[in-house]
């Protein structure tokens, strides 16, 4: 056992993995306002998980990253959370102390960088922590061991009124299913990414993760995870070379996309609630509060101070926005790097037939136009996984790399 501990980046990267979704999950259970030292329960279990990693860590035998690509991806995932991180304290904006296990472990990944095969199955252990999580809650509900999350019965019969709700009724499922993150936008993520890398994947093992991420993208019916799901299935379908894909002319896949494009298009016109006040009041009331500081932004804090609308949203419901009502021109400069390295990195691997990584991207960057989930400093299982799926689209480049220069050696 000690052995496997030593050749493989598996067992650190799961326990971390674990904690942002047990930590998170806690508080589901756990639905008293506790505090310790001024944090919530939540992060102690955060922490804790990850010390059993470091543990584990220094038990792993990794090398070095030398990828000059998997360098990048470490290099601006750790620009952007010391950008983001020193402009928040400037602004002396309130933050929980998972904010410092983000630079450690970009720094573990690049001390003793793990092989792309090992990042491949700590994913998936991600998306099976994370459909196991949805499970879980669901089936408490539905068996009456737990009250779901409160919602206002008028939001209920708003969404009764407004939009597709092929799930309601069933036991543990009134309306939009909340989940345990708090809201329904947030399960659904969860059921995006869980989908998507079950599908690209797609082997007798994750065809679970197909299942369950499927049922519960149904029971939240959030539309910017449908499509964030559906574009995601659209980039897997475009560039896999997998069993009978990639036999399919390319020009047959654009049409496939295409017709999932404008089905999803009409869906969407098709239900009342629009944009849900996002372009009438939420966008424009942070656009407003782009000129009161244009360079650092004004912070959370200031978003809290400017009260209105934008203090009631908290957030600008569009990642791009956000970042730059937030963090300034600088701050948006900087995730722009971010997000050029990590999209090409994975298109590239995508371009070649590794469509995981690309697939996990679209998820989060389709669904962060509407709605904003992770600051990019807390060790957040959003942030994690972005980040998690780049470096695996790196080291798998460099992997294939290697392999085409060991097969034409003469």
Same mark, same amino acid.
């Given at each position: ?20 979704v ?6 589901y ?30 038990v ?26 020193a ?5 002396g904006?309130p ?21 792309w095969?090992d ?7 991600? *998306?099976y $922590?994370? /459909? &196991? ?6 089936? !408490? ?6 009250? +779901? #999350? ?36 947030? *399960?659904? $993520?969860? /059921? &995006? ?6 599908? !690209? ?6 065809? +679970? #993760? ?12 959030v539309r ?13 379908i ?86 730059l ?56 299982y ?9 470096l ?10 290697r ?5 034409n050696?003469?």
């Amino acid at each position: 056992m000690l052995a496997y501990f030593r050749i493989s980046a598996v067992p650190f990267l799961a326990i971390a993995f674990a904690g942002v979704v047990v930590g998170p999950f806690s508080t589901y259970l756990i639905r008293e306002n506790l505090r310790l030292r001024g944090q919530p329960p939540y992060i102690f279990l955060v922490l804790a998980f990850f010390a059993v990693a470091v543990a584990l860590w220094f038990v792993y035998r990794g090398r070095p990253v030398t990828s000059r690509t998997a360098q990048w991806v470490l290099a601006t995932a750790g620009l952007l959370w010391v950008i983001n991180a020193a402009i928040a304290f400037i602004h002396g904006d309130p933050f929980n102390h998972t904010v410092w296990l983000v630079p450690i472990f970009l720094l573990m990944l690049t001390i003793k960088g793990p092989s792309w095969t090992d990042l491949r199955t700590a994913v998936i252990m991600l *998306a099976y $922590l994370l /459909a &196991a999580m949805l499970t879980t809650a669901y089936l !408490a509900e539905a068996f009456g061991l737990m009250d +779901p #999350l409160y919602l206002p019965e008028r939001i209920t019969e708003f969404q009764r009124d407004q939009y597709w709700l092929p799930l309601d009724g069933l036991p543990g499922i009134d309306g939009r299913w909340t989940g345990p993150l708090g809201h329904n936008t947030r *399960a659904g $993520l969860v /059921a &995006a990414f869980i989908f998507v890398i079950g599908v !690209a994947r797609w082997a007798p093992s994750t065809i +679970p #993760l197909v299942a369950i991420g499927g049922f519960f993208l149904l029971a939240t019916s959030v539309r910017a995870s449908y499509l964030s799901a559906l574009a995601g299935l659209g980039i897997v379908i475009l560039f896999s070379r997998r069993s009978f894909l990639g036999r399919i002319p390319v020009l047959v896949k654009w049409l496939v996309i295409v017709g999932i494009t404008v089905m999803a298009g009409i869906g969407f016109a098709l239900t009342g609630a629009g944009l849900t006040g996002r372009d009438t009041s939420i966008w424009p009331a942070f656009v407003e509060l782009i000129p009161t500081s244009p360079w650092v932004g004004i912070g959370a804090s200031g978003i809290r101070e400017a009260g209105g609308t934008a203090a009631i949203s908290e957030d600008a419901h569009n990642i791009f926005l956000d970042q730059l009502v937030r963090y300034g021109a600088v701050g948006l400069l900087v995730l722009l790097v971010f997000g050029a390295v990590i999209t090409i990195t994975t298109f590239r691997a995508a371009n070649r037939g590794f469509t995981m990584p690309a697939g996990i991207l679209t998820v989060y960057v389709i669904a962060s136009q509407t709605d904003i989930q992770n600051d990019w400093l807390s060790f957040s299982y959003q942030s994690i996984i972005v980040i998690a799926g780049a470096l695996l689209a790196a080291q798998w480049l460099d992997s294939e790399a290697r392999l085409k220069e060991t097969v034409n050696k003469p």
